[in-house]
């Protein structure tokens, strides 16, 4: 399905752990040298778990303080899920931009969009004082620091799976993912403890101001990240292979890539469905065991916050599986193993939804998030910045993250209404969505494991290579990958001509 068995096999090929014959992993750099732009990349996606999971507790507050001025309107899901239309245009603008453009200039104005709309969502006002108005602000910002979000994506992803190509071969997927995804899972914990402590500290007295406080703190990770991205450079792999300066050929692109992008997208799609859904609604789902008139709302969020840790484990774990079997394995063992739980937890919800069982709740509903971080959650991101050719890469992981935004965006619609089908009984308000979403474990699991390729340590120079030669085979001249401005193809021809006959005559 991916080309031909040849092509395939130098995809899946993992290699021995020798660096001698890897032109990016001889740079002359040291150790964190090549680390820390791969940290620095993939960090600013912490904003997104912190921003989209405070969002969860947020919603709560505003319903607690409004009540059905709050709950019966469309801002109830608006301010949830609109970050992640915001999010999709980021994607897809970025994405074209860290191609056409440059990497790190994408980076560093997502970051000063990360930082500005946080910061304004924080302070929403309506027009004098106007309650709708203010939600109606907040969804606004949402909406436009979900730009900024979508922007961390193709820009700081596919730099930092580039960078990744420097490292030491046999790590370099786990260092990819400790800086993109575990860096989600952090901002998801911190989205959640923070909650906690704003709450503990202002008292339920005063929570108008603690709704603001903790979205006002969205802005801290992308103004310290400014800095560092500030002293950044351009990938050494896009140097070499971007499309900067010529017109890609998006009909070859397209012949190429389709099956693997279609099935990288659909994988995504069903995990941001469930897993972003689950994390924006586990308070509420939290505050639905604890009756709210007699139980503080700092215990639900407290909770909260231990159900979130588990996404660490999982995902650091499963950096470390990733290397060991690759991600398409990886990817497999963590969605079905998910399922299994997910079954679990629908199965026995009556149970679980007593306050009294509500460690056993958090036990299984955090193993059942854990294991989805050991499979599509660190793997997905890696899938589609190693899947594609350096030229394209960016606008690939575009398109890829944003059916999976699309995914989340839908699932933060679907769920509520799932809630709303439950038959009379308050135990079938949260199956329906475990049940789905289960199902949906089984199916990602099926479609990874028969449809997506093995992806080995040199997999980001393997791949540069399939598609020169695929290009080659159309006629197309690849001469002018990687050219400079003000470049022509001829010079390229000639440059490119004088570095065979050096190396021929090395060899001789």
């Not at 507050?61 to 609109?82: E, F, H, M, P, W």
């Not at 970025?94 to 500005?116: C, E, P």
């Not at 589609?384 to 933060?412: D, E, L």
Request: proline content about 3%; glycine content about 10%; hydrophobic content about 45%.
């Amino acid at each position: 399905m991916f080309g031909n068995k040849k092509q395939e096999a130098d995809v899946t090929a993992v290699d021995s752990g020798s660096d001698h014959n890897d032109p990016l992993a001889n740079t002359g750099k040291s150790q964190w040298q090549r680390i820390w732009p791969v940290l620095v990349c993939g960090g600013g996606l912490f904003s997104d778990g912190y921003i989209n999971n405070v969002i969860g507790s947020v919603s709560t507050i505003l319903s607690r303080i409004y009540g059905d001025q709050y709950t019966k309107s469309s801002a109830l899901q608006n301010v949830s899920s609109i970050a992640f239309a915001g999010t999709v245009v980021g994607q897809l603008i970025f994405g074209y931009t860290s191609d056409k453009w440059s990497r790190k200039n994408s980076l560093l104005v997502s970051t000063v969009l990360l930082a500005l709309f946080a910061g304004l969502a924080a302070s929403s006002y309506g027009y004098k004082g106007s309650t709708s108005g203010m939600f109606q602000a907040l969804v606004a910002w949402r909406f436009l620091v979900g730009i900024g979000i979508g922007g961390e994506y193709p820009a700081g992803s596919v730099a930092a799976s580039e960078a990744t190509g420097e490292l030491k071969s046999g790590r370099r997927h786990r260092w990819f993912i400790l800086a993109t995804n575990c860096a989600i899972d952090v901002g998801f914990v911190t989205g959640a403890f923070v909650p906690y402590l704003v709450v503990v500290a202002t008292t339920e007295k005063h929570l108008r101001a603690a709704w603001r406080i903790m979205l006002g703190l969205g802005v801290v990770c992308p103004i310290i990240l400014l800095f560092a991205r500030t002293k950044l450079k351009e990938p050494e792999e896009f140097k070499k292979e971007s499309m900067k300066y010529v017109k890609i050929p998006y009909k070859h692109v397209i012949a190429f890539y389709w099956p693997r992008l279609l099935v990288v997208s659909a994988i995504w799609f069903m995990y941001d469905f469930s897993t972003y859904s689950f994390g924006i609604y586990s308070s509420s789902i939290l505050a639905n065991i604890f009756d709210s008139t007699t139980s503080p709302l700092s215990t639900a969020l407290g909770w909260n916050v231990i159900i979130n840790l588990f996404y660490l484990p999982g995902a650091i774990f499963g950096s470390f599986l990733s290397d060991w079997v690759g991600p398409k394995y990886a990817l497999t063992i963590g969605v079905e193993l998910q399922a299994i739980f997910g079954f679990i937890m629908a199965s026995a919800y009556n149970t679980f939804a007593e306050p009294k069982n509500v460690g056993a709740f958090v036990v299984i509903y955090g193993l059942f998030l854990s294991l989805g971080e050991v499979g599509p959650g660190d793997n997905i991101g890696l899938l589609a910045s190693k899947t594609c050719a350096t030229g394209v890469r960016g606008q690939y992981y575009g398109i890829a993250a944003s059916v999976g935004k699309i995914g989340a965006f839908v699932g933060t619609w679907v769920f509520p209404e799932l809630e709303k089908i439950n038959g009379g009984s308050a135990a079938a308000k949260l199956q329906y969505p475990f049940y789905l979403s289960s199902a949906m474990c089984v199916f990602t699991g099926l479609i990874a494991f028969f449809f997506l390729p093995n992806v080995g340590q040199d997999t980001i120079t393997t791949e540069d290579i399939r598609f020169r030669a695929y290009l080659e085979s159309r006629g197309w001249d690849t001469n002018q990958l990687g050219m400079i401005k003000g470049e022509s193809i001829e010079s390229r021809a000639v440059i490119h001509q004088d570095n065979r006959d050096n190396a021929s005559d090395e060899k001789l």
